[in-house]
């Protein structure tokens, strides 16, 4: 079995440093659709250096994507074939407000392996830390298509009950043809995103966008829908990635706002709906 889970668990973390600066964050920022109209004041704080704020969500690529999907495949124990590889979920955990250049010591482990018959699922965790503490914690949980079935553990159910009654607000938002392309560049270098052919191996009919380039636009919609703008109220981000979004579609995103957290729903409008975010919850102040 490419899957040794006993040994994947056992391993040594691995720890390095990260940095970034304001061009990473602004290159991620436009990634994920920020900058328009151009010269709006609240883009402006996405994109201008003078104004530069840090939507929570960056903690996924900073430091060019350290540890990201492909590199944590790589960790003692595991050998999977990368076109049978699904980004499942996402979580994020915020200590403090994300500064727009920093230095960093990033801390990779796999925190679970999960057997859920016809998949395992790897939880990959990041926690990153500078000189004045804790910044962050990420989790990543990560299918892989046929690599299950060998009696482990199923782990938790990430299912959640469904919103009551109808969003109290609802946003679409486009994703451009070369959104993928763009997205890329902050260092998730996966060819499912860009190869054509690769694409088809992995079963789709052209390439995807990345399911964290969703999960950064549809916090940022929330953010600026319901918060005011100020990334610094986000203090959880949790997802399921639902189904997969091409480029050039428009996402539909719903939220139903509560005490401290907004439940979020995200599906593709072109599509009948179909659900590409769900489980999906913003803890904020």
Not at 12 to 21: F, L, M, V
Not at 189 to 197: F, G, K, Q, R, Y
Not at 219 to 230: P, S
Request: include cysteine.
């Amino acid at each position: 079995m490419p899957i040794d889970a006993a040994k994947a668990l056992a391993a040594e973390p691995r720890t390095g440093e990260i940095s970034w600066n304001s061009k990473d964050v602004q290159l991620y920022h436009l990634g994920i659709g920020a900058g328009l109209p151009a010269t709006d004041p609240d883009e402006l704080r996405y994109t201008l250096e003078s104004r530069l704020h840090v939507l929570p969500s960056f903690a996924t690529v900073a430091g060019s994507g350290s540890p990201g999907v492909i590199s944590g495949l790589s960790m003692p124990g595991i050998e999977v074939d990368l076109a049978r590889v699904l980004h499942g979920g996402q979580s994020i955990v915020l200590h403090r407000p994300i500064p727009a250049t920093g230095t960093a010591t990033a801390t990779n482990r796999i925190a679970a392996v999960y057997d859920k018959g016809k998949a395992a699922v790897l939880v990959l965790r990041t926690e990153v830390s500078d000189a004045d503490g804790p910044l962050w914690t990420n989790d990543s949980q990560i299918f892989i298509k046929g690599e299950g079935g060998w009696g482990g553990d199923r782990g938790p159910s990430a299912r959640l009950e469904p919103p009551a009654g109808a969003p109290d607000r609802t946003v679409e938002r486009s994703v451009r043809e070369d959104q993928a392309l763009l997205y890329r560049l902050s260092g998730d270098w996966n060819p499912l995103h860009a190869d054509p052919e690769f694409a088809k191996v992995a079963g789709f009919e052209r390439p995807i966008l990345h399911g964290l380039c969703t999960y950064g636009m549809t916090l940022k919609a929330v953010v600026d829908t319901l918060l005011g703008g100020d990334v610094t109220r986000v203090r959880s981000y949790v997802t399921r990635f639902a189904g997969v979004v091409y480029p050039g579609e428009t996402l539909r995103i719903r939220m139903w706002p509560g005490e401290g957290s907004v439940r979020v729903a995200v599906s593709a409008v072109e599509r009948d709906d179909a659900p590409v975010l769900a489980d999906t919850v913003v803890e904020h102040t």
